[in-house]
């Protein structure tokens, strides 16, 4: 019987996704999806439901990013709702200007869901000051 030797967490995975959001680089991100993963925006009415959807909905939003230069800031932070407590205090422009938090799902050392949400609100999270992958 082969032996797990290492299984994914959700904080490890928001680190990953940290980094996708800081380097604009969706390659480590991509791997580590499941094919049925999900993202779910509060903000946004349609769910994405599957990897490939996904792929092609982050790959243009990353190159937007990068052509207009807008910082995105996504700080390790503690807020428990929804079954999680690791999350994600997201912001954009200005590391004070919070716009959510997300959360991430994990099932069998994969990334199965992404979920963004204005509720609870971002200034309720406990921050950490940790950024991964954001060039200082």
């Known amino acids: 019987m082969e032996k797990e030797t290492s299984q994914l967490t959700e904080k490890q995975a928001l680190c990953i996704y940290a980094r996708m959001l800081h380097t604009l680089d969706s390659s480590e991100f991509e791997s580590f ?5 999900s993202y779910s925006s509060q903000k946004v009415l349609t769910d994405m439901n599957s990897k490939d959807e996904f792929i092609e909905y982050i790959r243009p939003k990353l190159e937007t990013i990068k052509k207009t230069k807008s910082s995105v800031y996504a700080e390790l932070g503690v807020c428990p709702a929804y079954g999680h407590t690791d999350c994600l205090i997201m912001a954009q422009g200005d590391k004070s200007n919070l716009l959510g938090v997300a959360y991430a799902s994990v099932d069998q050392g994969k990334i199965c869901g992404l979920f963004l949400c204005i509720v609870p609100t971002p200034d309720s999270a ?7 992958g954001l060039a200082v």
């Not at 406990?126 to 991964?132: A, L, M, V």
Request: hydrophobic share 25%; proline share 8%.
């Open 33 to 37: 999806l499941s094919e049925d993963f």
């Open 126 to 132: 406990k921050r950490s000051g940790i950024y991964p």
